[in-house]
C-alpha cells in the first residue's frame, strides 16, 4: 500500500535526502507563497458575509492547494544512496552456540530450538529477498566464525559465544570484497566477554553496518538462574564465611539455596524472589571447617517445571590455610584490656597472639612465643624479625620507648610488607604517648591530636556503629541486620574514651561513640601502601565482658574478627594465584606468582616452576616466566583439557639458593557457559547495532530487514535521484484539497 502511493520503497524515504532540483531558490517559492498567500486574503475579503472561521477554511485549502502546485513547479526530488544489485557481498552470520539449541517452547506442536526458528525465518523468503540484491554468504558462529555452504549444513552447538571475535574475524575476512553490511541472528548472550568498548570501537572502524537479528525469550518465568557467587577465595579455619550471591529470576517466588563441600551439606536458606526486579541479591552465612581445599558447590531448588537445572548450580574452590596469621601485640603497661584481649583472641586457632608486656623500664614479659630468641631483645629491630608478623597491636605504649630506626621498620611495615597495625587508646596511647609525631603517623586514618591536649579521658559512653559497619565484617555480631543493631544497642557503656583527632580523607569509621556532647569516631581505618592502620579509642572494651553474662560472646566475637581484619590482609612472603578458581568452558589456565624475601623485597632472577596434577590424571611440569607487570612476578599457561580440581605446586629457587613454594588449585568445568544468561540479551544486540550505523530488528521483522539492507552505504553504491512530482499521493492530495473546497462551497450554498 505504501509504494502504491509513494512509488519509492519505505527504506529510499527513510534514508534519501530531499531536494529541489531545477536550481531556483527555496527563498524565491517562499516569496511566491507568501504573494499567493496575499492575493487570497484580497480575494476572500470580498466575501465577508461568510463569516471569519469560513473564510479562514477556505483561504488555508486554497493556500496548501497553490503551495502543493509551487513546489512541484520547483520540481522535488529524493537522493538516495543503494548499493548495486549483484555487486555486493552480505554476511549472514547464525549463532551456533549450546544456548542457540534451547527451546522457549516446549508445548508448541511443533517444537523447535532457537536456531531452528532462525533458520526458518531465513528460509522462508527473508533469505531470497536477500539474494535478489546481494551475493549471500552464509556463516556459523559459536567462539570463531565458519563458512557454511548451506543453511542444512550447520555445526554441532559450540560451547561458549564471541561475538565480538567472530565479528572481526569476518570483516578482516571480508575485507577484500564489497561487503554491505552483516546480519548477525543471536540471543547476545557473549559469555566469552569480547564485546568490551574497545572491541566494539574497532568493529565500528570498519565501516560495515552490522544489523542484529535477536533470537530467543527476553524472559523465561519458570527458569532460576545462579548468575554470580561472591565469596572469599581464601578464609581461616574455623571461621564463618558470607557468600553474597545473584539470582535472576522473571517471576516473584521463593527458592532454597543450599551450599556443599563435595557432598557434605554446609548450609540451606529459603530465598524470597521479588516481582519488583529481574535480579535480586541474597547473602547466605556457611563454616569453612578444617585447613585445605574446600570444592563448594551453591544450588538453588528447581521451581516448579524448570527444564533447564544446570544453571541453578555454581562453583568455587576455597583454601583454608594451614598457617596460622601472626599477630604481635605489644602493651607499655600491664592493664585489663591486655588481659581480656589475650582471652578472647587466644583460642582462635587460625591466628597466633604474640604478646610482649613491658612490667619494668627494661623488661618484657613475653606470651605466645614460639621460641625463647623471639623477641629477647624487645621489640623487632630489624625488618626480617618484624615483617614475620602479619600485623601488629599496639597498646598503653610510649612511642618514644622506640628507636627512629623501630619507627621506619613500623611505617615500611605498612607500607612495604603490606601488613596492618592497630593502634589502642590508653594512658601511653594514641596521642598520650606521643604517636602524633611518629613516622606511623603518616599512615594513620587521623590527625591525631596534639600530645600537650588531655586526649585520653574517662567518661561513659554507648557504642553505634555507623553506615559504612554493615559491610565490615568487624562489626557483625549477628547475621542478621536488626539483631546485629540490636546487639550493638545493649552492649554496656565504655568506661573511657580518647581522641582520634581529624578524619584523613581516606578514612572509614565502623564504630562511633555517642554522649551528651554528641558523636565521635571510636574505631577507623584506612589503606596506605600495600596494608592499613586501625585507631580504636577506648581501653574498656573489657565491660562488655565483665559487666555481660558468662555465655555472651560479643566481646570474644569482636575482638576476633577485629584481629583478623587486621591480620588477614597481609601480603604472603611468596603467593601463587590464577585469575578465577573455576574455568568454565575454558582450557587455558593462567597462573601469577610473587617472591619476596625475608625484608619483602621482590625477587627476580629466580628458577621458578609449576607442578600441575590433574585430579584424575598425570601430572606434568610447566616452567614459569618473568611477568611485565613488575619485579619478582611470575607468570605461566597450561592447558587443562580434562574437567575436575587441579592442584599447582609451585617451587622457585632464588639467586641466593633459597627454596619457596606455594600451592593453588583450580577447579575445569565442561558443558556450563552457555547455560547461564540464556536470556535474549537485547540490549547487547541493540548497542552492536547503534554503534556499526545498524539496526537492531526481531526475528519476525525478517522481510522488514531484507528490504532495508540495500540502501546501506557500505560496499559498492550508487547515487540515484527520484523524482517526486509524479507520485499518485500528489495527485491525490490536489484532488482532495479541490474537492474539499467545493464541498464546502456546495453545504454553504456559495458556489
Given at each position: ?16 535526502t530531499f531536494a529541489f532540483a531545477n536550481g531556483w531558490s527555496r527563498w524565491a517559492l517562499a516569496v511566491c507563497v507568501v504573494i ?716
Amino acid at each position: 500500500m505504501f509504494e502504491l502511493l509513494f512509488t519509492h520503497p519505505q527504506w529510499a524515504w527513510r534514508t534519501g535526502t530531499f531536494a529541489f532540483a531545477n536550481g531556483w531558490s527555496r527563498w524565491a517559492l517562499a516569496v511566491c507563497v507568501v504573494i499567493a498567500a496575499a492575493l487570497i486574503v484580497l480575494t476572500l475579503l470580498r466575501r465577508r458575509s461568510l463569516g471569519a472561521s469560513r473564510l479562514l477554511t477556505l483561504g488555508t485549502l486554497q493556500l496548501l492547494f497553490i503551495t502543493l502546485l509551487l513546489c512541484l513547479a520547483w520540481r522535488p526530488v529524493l537522493h538516495i544512496e543503494r548499493v548495486r544489485d549483484r555487486e555486493n557481498v552480505l554476511a549472514v552470520a547464525l549463532d551456533t552456540s549450546a544456548s542457540m539449541a534451547l527451546d522457549d517452547r516446549p508445548d508448541a506442536a511443533r517444537p523447535q530450538s532457537r536456531l531452528q526458528h532462525a533458520v526458518s525465518a531465513l528460509q522462508s523468503s527473508a533469505l531470497n529477498s536477500l539474494q535478489q540484491s546481494f551475493e549471500v554468504r552464509l556463516f556459523s558462529f559459536s567462539s570463531r566464525a565458519e563458512s557454511l555452504s548451506s543453511l542444512d549444513a550447520m555445526p554441532p552447538p559450540g560451547t561458549q559465544t564471541r561475538i565480538g571475535d567472530s565479528l572481526v574475524q569476518l570483516l578482516q575476512t571480508a575485507s577484500s570484497v564489497p561487503l554491505a553490511g552483516i546480519v548477525l541472528l543471536s540471543d547476545g548472550v557473549d559469555n566469552g566477554e569480547t564485546l568490551s568498548e574497545e572491541r566494539l570501537a574497532e568493529i565500528a572502524s570498519f565501516g560495515v553496518p552490522v544489523h542484529t537479528v535477536g533470537v530467543g525469550a527476553e524472559t523465561i518465568p519458570d527458569d532460576l538462574e545462579l548468575e554470580q557467587v561472591r565469596v572469599a577465595r581464601v578464609a581461616p579455619a574455623g571461621a564463618t564465611v558470607t557468600a553474597a550471591v545473584r539470582v535472576r529470576h522473571d517471576a516473584a517466588g521463593s527458592t532454597r539455596l543450599r551450599v556443599y563441600d563435595h557432598d557434605k551439606l554446609l548450609a540451606a536458606e529459603v530465598l524470597q524472589l521479588p516481582a519488583t526486579t529481574s535480579v535480586s541479591t541474597h547473602s547466605i552465612e556457611f563454616p569453612v571447617g578444617d585447613p585445605g581445599t574446600h570444592d563448594l558447590r551453591f544450588t538453588l531448588d528447581a521451581l516448579e517445571g524448570e527444564r533447564d537445572l544446570v544453571n541453578n548450580s555454581r562453583s568455587h574452590v576455597l583454601d583454608v590455610p594451614a598457617e596460622r596469621r601472626r599477630i604481635l601485640y605489644v602493651e607499655g603497661e600491664p592493664r585489663w584490656e591486655y588481659k581480656f584481649l589475650r582471652r578472647a583472641v587466644e583460642p582462635e586457632r587460625s591466628l597466633h597472639l604474640t604478646s610482649m608486656v613491658r612490667t619494668t623500664p627494661n623488661k618484657y614479659f613475653r606470651q605466645g612465643v614460639r621460641s625463647g630468641a623471639e623477641l629477647q631483645r624487645g621489640f623487632p629491630t630489624d625488618a626480617a624479625e618484624l615483617f614475620a608478623y602479619d600485623a601488629v597491636i599496639i597498646g598503653s605504649f610510649d612511642a618514644a620507648t622506640l628507636s627512629v630506626q623501630q619507627h621506619q621498620l613500623l611505617r615500611q611495615f605498612v607500607d612495604q610488607r603490606g601488613g596492618s597495625v592497630l593502634l589502642l587508646a590508653g594512658n601511653n596511647g594514641l596521642s598520650a604517648g606521643g604517636w602524633e609525631r611518629a613516622a606511623l603517623a603518616q599512615t594513620l586514618p587521623t590527625h591525631l591530636p596534639s600530645k600537650q591536649a588531655q586526649s585520653f579521658v574517662q567518661r561513659t559512653a554507648a557504642v553505634r556503629p555507623t553506615l559504612y559497619a554493615a559491610d565490615s565484617a568487624i562489626t557483625r555480631l549477628d547475621a542478621d541486620a536488626t539483631r546485629n543493631a540490636e546487639a550493638w544497642q545493649t552492649l554496656p557503656k565504655l568506661a573511657d574514651y580518647q581522641s582520634l583527632g581529624k578524619l584523613k580523607p581516606g578514612a572509614i569509621v565502623l564504630l562511633e561513640t555517642t554522649t551528651e556532647q554528641g558523636a565521635a569516631p571510636l574505631l577507623v581505618w584506612q589503606r596506605f601502601g600495600q596494608g592499613a592502620t586501625y585507631l580504636l579509642g577506648t581501653a574498656s572494651t573489657l565491660r562488655w565482658q565483665m559487666r555481660l553474662a558468662p555465655d555472651d560472646q560479643r566481646h570474644e566475637l569482636f575482638w576476633r574478627q577485629l584481629a583478623h581484619a587486621v591480620a588477614d590482609g597481609a601480603l604472603p612472603r611468596t603467593a601463587l594465584a590464577s585469575g578465577k578458581s573455576v574455568y568454565d568452558d575454558e582450557r587455558q589456565v593462567r597462573m601469577d606468582a610473587q617472591l619476596r624475601n625475608a625484608r619483602f623485597e621482590p625477587i627476580d632472577a629466580a628458577q621458578v616452576e609449576l607442578l600441575v596434577a590433574p585430579e584424575h590424571d598425570e601430572p606434568y611440569r610447566v616452567p614459569m616466566q618473568p611477568s611485565d607487570a613488575g619485579a619478582g612476578r611470575y607468570v605461566a599457561s597450561f592447558d587443562a583439557p580434562a574437567t575436575g580440581l587441579y592442584r599447582v605446586d609451585m617451587t622457585a629457587r632464588t639467586p641466593d639458593g633459597d627454596m619457596q613454594s606455594a600451592t593453588a588449585y583450580v577447579r575445569r568445568n565442561d558443558g556450563l557457559l552457555e547455560h547461564y544468561g540464556a536470556r535474549q540479551d537485547r540490549a547487547v544486540l541493540t548497542r552492536i547495532a547503534g554503534m556499526t550505523g545498524g539496526r537492531y530488528w526481531q526475528l519476525a521483522d525478517l522481510e522488514q530487514l531484507a528490504a532495508a539492507i540495500p540502501y546501506s552505504r557500505a560496499g559498492i553504491v550508487e547515487r540515484r535521484t527520484l523524482e517526486l512530482w509524479n507520485l499518485p499521493i500528489v495527485f491525490l492530495t490536489l484532488l482532495a484539497l479541490l474537492a474539499a473546497e467545493w464541498l464546502l462551497r456546495l453545504k454553504w450554498g456559495r458556489l
